[in-house]
C-alpha cells in the first residue's frame, strides 16, 4: 500500500522550506486533518479517561529512580526490583544510607544493574548535595542528574509535576512513524512534532495513552487491528483492518499483562 500523504501542520509560508532547513522541526508533517487528531485522542480519552505510568513510585524521588531503571527494562521487572527497594530507601538520603553494593543487591534482576546502581547513589548524591534532597522541576535541572536523560526527565515533569511533556519511548517512537501520526528519524524530532499535531487540550495525557495504546494494542510485532478503536482513521501501511473496535472504557489497567 501507498504511503498515506503527509500535511503539513501550521501556517504554509512562502519560505518554510528555508526555516525548515535551518530546523527540522519546524517543518512538521502528518498524515491526519486536525479534524482527525482531534478524533483519534477523543477516543484514546474516552478509553482511557485517567491513564496512568506503570511504574510503581510513592514520589518524586521513587519515580526518579523507577524511570532511570527502566531503560532497557520492563517496567514488571523494575517494579518487582524496587518494591522491596523502595520500601527501605524513598528519599536520597535513605538510598545513600543503604549505599551501592546494596543497592546492587535489590535490582540485580533488571539489565545493566551494576551501571544503574551506581547512577542510583550519584543522583542521590547529587540531589542532597546540590538540590537540598528534593527533585527539582525543571528539565535543564534534571537532566544534570547521573543516568536521567531527557526521556527520563520529561517523564518525571509529566507524572511528578503534572507538566505536558512527551517522552518518546519505544511504543511512542514506533506508533508516530507506523501510522505517520508524526513521522521523525530520531526520538527528539518525534517528540517536537508530536508536541505540534497533538491537540493541545489532549497533550497532557497524551504520552500515557501513546505508550498504552502500542504496548496493547498497536504492538511491536503484530499490530492488533481489529481490537483498535482508530483502525477506521488509522493511516498505517501496516493496518490489517477497517472498522474501528467498540468505544467502551477499559478495565483498570493490569500490571503485567503487556506483551512486548
Ligand atoms: S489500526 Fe492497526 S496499525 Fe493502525 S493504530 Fe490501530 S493497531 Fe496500529
Known amino acids: 500500500m501507498a504511503n498515506p500523504k503527509l500535511k503539513s501542520v501550521g501556517k504554509p509560508s512562502q519560505n518554510s522550506n528555508v526555516i525548515a532547513r535551518h530546523n527540522p522541526a519546524a517543518a512538521v508533517k502528518t498524515a491526519y486533518s486536525p479534524a482527525e487528531r482531534e478524533e483519534i485522542f477523543r477516543r484514546f480519552s474516552v478509553q482511557r479517561p485517567e491513564p496512568k505510568g506503570e511504574l510503581e513510585h510513592s514520589n518524586p524521588f521513587t519515580l526518579v529512580v523507577a524511570v532511570a531503571l527502566s531503560a532497557q527494562a520492563t517496567d514488571v521487572g523494575v517494579n518487582k526490583a524496587t518494591r522491596a ?9 535513605k538510598m545513600l544510607e543503604l549505599g551501592e553494593e ?21 543522583l542521590s548524591q547529587m540531589l542532597v548535595d546540590q538540590f537540598g534532597g528534593t527533585v527539582p522541576e525543571t528539565r535543564d535541572e534534571l537532566v544534570r542528574l547521573p543516568g536521567v536523560g ?7 515533569l509529566s ?26 528519524k530520531t526520538p527528539d524530532e518525534v517528540e517536537a512534532r ?16 501513546l505508550i498504552l495504546h502500542g504496548r496493547y494494542t498497536c504492538k511491536a510485532r503484530r499490530p492488533e487491528c481489529e481490537r483498535c478503536v482508530i483502525a477506521d482513521i488509522c493511516k498505517s501501511p ?6 474501528a473496535a467498540p468505544l467502551v472504557e477499559l478495565p483498570p489497567q493490569v500490571i503485567g499483562e503487556a506483551v512486548e
Not at 546494596?102 to 542510583?120: E, H, M, Q, S
Open 159 to 184: 507524572m511528578a509535576f503534572g507538566q505536558p511533556t512527551m517522552a518518546v519511548d519505544t511504543h511512542i517512537f514506533r506508533i508516530a512513524n507506523r501510522i505517520r501520526l508524526a513521522p521523525g
Open 102 to 122: 546494596k543497592v546492587r543487591d535489590y535490582i540485580k534482576t533488571i539489565g545493566l544493574y551494576r551501571n544503574k546502581a551506581k547512577n542510583v547513589i550519584a
Open 194 to 209: 508530536l508536541m505540534k499535531v497533538i491537540p493541545k487540550h489532549y497533550l497532557y495525557h497524551a504520552h500515557h495513552w
Open 238 to 243: 501496516e493496518k490489517s483492518w477497517d472498522m
Open 85 to 93: 527497594l523502595f520500601k527501605i530507601a524513598d528519599t536520597p538520603e
Open 150 to 156: 531527557r526521556k527520563t526527565a520529561n517523564v518525571v
